[in-house]
Structures are given as structure tokens and as C-alpha cells.
């Protein structure tokens, strides 16, 4: 059992629910967000922290020895957000790792950072990235991190392109990007109870019908997805209209976000 589970990005959608799943993992577990979060239940420490802030980081990683990265900006945004939260964030998250013993790290990355694949594409962990926008291009920053500091300093992170991770899909794309919360929560228990890590991509979907993506490298880990997006189908069919197959939510992976404009928006 680890003795201190750091949980960044405890106040998002992930956070709030994760929080209450990885009970068990460790012996007192540490949410953190920039944002307000529930109060302390047993075993829990709550600590107010913005990840761009260095001195801030370095404290909140001293004595935890497992750390579920979720905070930063998490959809496409202005690149100055972008910056401090998913860049110098991430900078600061493994600068404090390595001065406090290298706590193995689980990165939620994105299936955005390959979002300029065609749905026709399977991929696998030696793919081309291709991210779809400032946010994607983040994630990738992200994972060159933990590939360097790995090879450099030994640090462990799971480095997990999550797909589309909510309660159940929404739209016809989500048929194939669709992460159960249940095979998030599992998917997390593996990695942090994996004798030896590495520094592995694994794709973070439930076991689809329609999936894109091949986890064979990562059998080690011994983590079988139970959940299937096909249980939805009918009910999406019904009620979501398709999106017709010129339209870019039919054509990449990343779907709507290699459309954002917000690029040419900023300042
Ligand atoms: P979210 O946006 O709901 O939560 C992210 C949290 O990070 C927020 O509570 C926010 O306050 C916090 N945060 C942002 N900047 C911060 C900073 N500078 N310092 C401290 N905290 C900061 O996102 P969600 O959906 O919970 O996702 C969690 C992680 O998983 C994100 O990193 C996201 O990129 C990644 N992810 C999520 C997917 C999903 O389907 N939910 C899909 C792919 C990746
Ligand atoms: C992501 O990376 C986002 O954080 C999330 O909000 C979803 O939009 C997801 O990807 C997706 O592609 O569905």
C-alpha cells in the first residue's frame, strides 16, 4: 500500500469522482486542485495549490509516494492558460517528483494529442502524434516529460491518452473514445500495484466494439476493461443524429477539436 496518494485536479469531473474510487491504494490520500474542493473525509488531506507555481508543487508532492496527475486545463484554451497550467504545471509536477524520490506518476494525457488520425486508423503506442490543437500539443509536452525524466532519472509514469471518460457516451465518436469511469478506477489500481512501471503509453478506453486503439503493449499491466460503449448504441442512435462522414467529427480521431478557431483568436 502507497502511503500518500497525491490527487491533482480534485475539484474537475475526474477528480471528484477518482477521489472517492482509489480508496485502498493508499493510507491517506492528498486532493489538491487550484479550485475549491468537498472538504477532508477520513484519510484525506485537502491542499489549495496552483500547479504553476513551483514552491507550491514542491511542497504538495513532499511525502506522497504516488501521484494521479489530472489538473490542468483540460479542453482547447488561450495559450497563456495553457502555459502555466499544463506546461510550467507539468515542469513543476517533475521537478518535485525528483526532489522527493521520484513517486510513481500517472499522467492523464489525451487522446488529443493523435487527434489528426483518421477514425479509420488503428493505432498502437509506437504511433505518430498528431495533436488537433494548443491543448493536444500540451499533452504532448506532457509526455515528452515523462519519456525524459524517465530515461534520465528513472522517474515511473503511466502516461494514459484518455478517450472520453464520463458516464457514458454522448455522441457517435464517444462509441469508440468511451473510458467508463468503473475501467478508469481499475485502470489506476493497476498502475499504482505494478511490481515495475516503466514509463508506458496506454490507451485509456473501455473495451469497445468500435475502438481505435491497441493496448497489447501494455499486458503487463493486467488490466481487462470490462465496460463496452455498445451498451449505449441503441440509446444514442435514437437520439443523437450522426454526423454525416465529411464532417470532421466523422473524419479524425480528435473529432470537434481539430475544428477550434481559437488559435487565430488569441492575443
Ligand atoms: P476538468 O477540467 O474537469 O478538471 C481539471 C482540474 O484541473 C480543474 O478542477 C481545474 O481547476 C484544475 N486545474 C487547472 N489548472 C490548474 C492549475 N494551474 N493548478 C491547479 N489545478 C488546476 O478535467 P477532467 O475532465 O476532470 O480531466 C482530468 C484530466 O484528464 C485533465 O488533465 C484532462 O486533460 C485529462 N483528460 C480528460 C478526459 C475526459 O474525458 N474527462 C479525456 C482526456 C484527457
Ligand atoms: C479530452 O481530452 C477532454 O479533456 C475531454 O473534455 C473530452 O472532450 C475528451 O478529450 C474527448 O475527446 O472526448
Request: proline share 4%; aromatic share 8%.
Amino acid at each position: 500500500m502507497y502511503r500518500r496518494l497525491l490527487i491533482t485536479g480534485a475539484a474537475g469531473g475526474l477528480g471528484r469522482v477518482m477521489r472517492h474510487r482509489v480508496a485502498g491504494i493508499a493510507a491517506v490520500i492528498r486532493v489538491s486542485d487550484i479550485a475549491e474542493m468537498e472538504p477532508a473525509g477520513d484519510a484525506e488531506e485537502v491542499v489549495q495549490c496552483d500547479l504553476s507555481d513551483a514552491v507550491a508543487v514542491h511542497d504538495l508532492v513532499a511525502g506522497c509516494d504516488g501521484i494521479l496527475h489530472l489538473g490542468g486545463i483540460s479542453v482547447e484554451d488561450m495559450f497563456p492558460k495553457i502555459l502555466r497550467s499544463n506546461i510550467e504545471g507539468v515542469f513543476n509536477l517533475y521537478e518535485a517528483a525528483r526532489a522527493h524520490g521520484h513517486p510513481r506518476i500517472l499522467f492523464a494525457s489525451s487522446n488529443h494529442t493523435v487527434g489528426y488520425h483518421p477514425q479509420t486508423t488503428r493505432l498502437d503506442a509506437q504511433c505518430t502524434l498528431k495533436p488537433d490543437g494548443l491543448y493536444g500539443v500540451s499533452k504532448c509536452f506532457g509526455e515528452a516529460m515523462a519519456a525524459m525524466y524517465h530515461a534520465k532519472f528513472g522517474q515511473e509514469t503511466a502516461i494514459v491518452r484518455i478517450g472520453s471518460c464520463l458516464e457514458k457516451p454522448i455522441d457517435h465518436r464517444m462509441l469508440a473514445t468511451w473510458l467508463s469511469h468503473g475501467d478508469f478506477a481499475e485502470l489506476i489500481r493497476a498502475v499504482f500495484a505494478a511490481p515495475e512501471l516503466g514509463c508506458p503509453v496506454i490507451w485509456g478506453a473501455s473495451a469497445n466494439d468500435d475502438g481505435w486503439w491497441d493496448n497489447a503493449a501494455v499486458g503487463f499491466l493486467g488490466w481487462t476493461p470490462k465496460d463496452n460503449s455498445a451498451a449505449f448504441r441503441a440509446e444514442l442512435e435514437a437520439t443523437v443524429n450522426r454526423p454525416s462522414a465529411d464532417d470532421p467529427r466523422s473524419v479524425w480521431q480528435g473529432g470537434a477539436f481539430t475544428q477550434t478557431s481559437i488559435i487565430t483568436d488569441q492575443k
